[in-house]
């Protein structure tokens, strides 16, 4: 199971890479807020526009949990409703959620592979720097939404 799932993951960091070439690239960074249980991180991303309305994101998340530590590491197909300004996205991908409970690094680190599902919005500032929010649902972790809000650099 785990060399399927890096396989498929692989198989989306090329497709990207690819797509850089043909499409636009943007750089994200910004918060991400679990509205169940008010754990804070802070996440970090690419997007990758590989055919009309649709992008590929892969992003990495680091939470501050109160005692351990935990990760998420995303992978997000994107198709944008809208164009323009703001513009409206409907998203679907793989998530894999490491924590480890323990305080400090050692531990047991356990791993929570799942989906995401959501809906966000990208507005542009200018032509060069915009704003995104996101609301989706990760399957691990009891279905626990998430609520995103991130600066976003078009590389473009």
Same mark, same amino acid.
């Given at each position: 199971?785990?060399?399927?799932?890096?396989?498929?993951?692989?198989? +989306?960091?090329?497709?990207?890479?690819?797509? =850089? $070439? =043909?499409?636009?690239?943007?750089?994200? *960074?910004?918060?991400?807020?679990?509205?169940?249980?008010?754990?804070? #991180?802070?996440?970090? #991303?690419?997007?990758? +526009?590989? *055919?009309?309305? &649709? %992008?590929?994101?892969?992003? &990495?998340? @680091?939470? +501050?949990? $109160?005692? #351990?530590?935990? &990760?998420?590491?995303?992978?997000?197909?994107?198709?944008?409703?809208? $164009?323009?300004? %703001? !513009?409206?996205?409907?998203?679907?991908?793989? %998530?894999?959620?490491?924590?480890?409970? !323990?305080?400090?690094?050692?531990?047991?680190? =356990?791993?929570?592979?799942?989906?995401?599902?959501? @809906?966000? /919005?990208?507005?542009? *500032?200018? $032509?060069? &720097?915009?704003?995104?929010?996101?609301?989706?649902? =990760?399957? !691990?972790?009891?279905?626990?939404?998430?609520?995103?809000?991130? /600066?976003?650099?078009?590389?473009?």
């Amino acid at each position: 199971m785990k060399k399927i799932v890096l396989i498929f993951f692989l198989s +989306f960091l090329t497709a990207g890479v690819f797509a =850089q $070439e =043909q499409g636009e690239a943007r750089l994200m *960074a910004g918060g991400d807020y679990r509205l169940t249980i008010k754990d804070l #991180g802070t996440f970090i #991303g690419v997007e990758y +526009f590989f *055919a009309d309305r &649709f %992008s590929l994101a892969p992003t &990495f998340t @680091v939470w +501050f949990p $109160e005692i #351990g530590n935990s &990760f998420n590491l995303n992978a997000d197909l994107k198709y944008y409703l809208t $164009e323009g300004v %703001s !513009q409206v996205y409907l998203l679907a991908g793989y %998530s894999n959620y490491w924590i480890n409970t !323990q305080p400090g690094d050692p531990g047991l680190l =356990q791993t929570r592979p799942g989906g995401n599902l959501g @809906v966000g /919005a990208y507005l542009a *500032a200018t $032509e060069k &720097f915009g704003f995104i929010t996101e609301v989706k649902m =990760q399957s !691990q972790n009891t279905r626990w939404p998430v609520l995103r809000v991130g /600066a976003v650099l078009n590389l473009n």
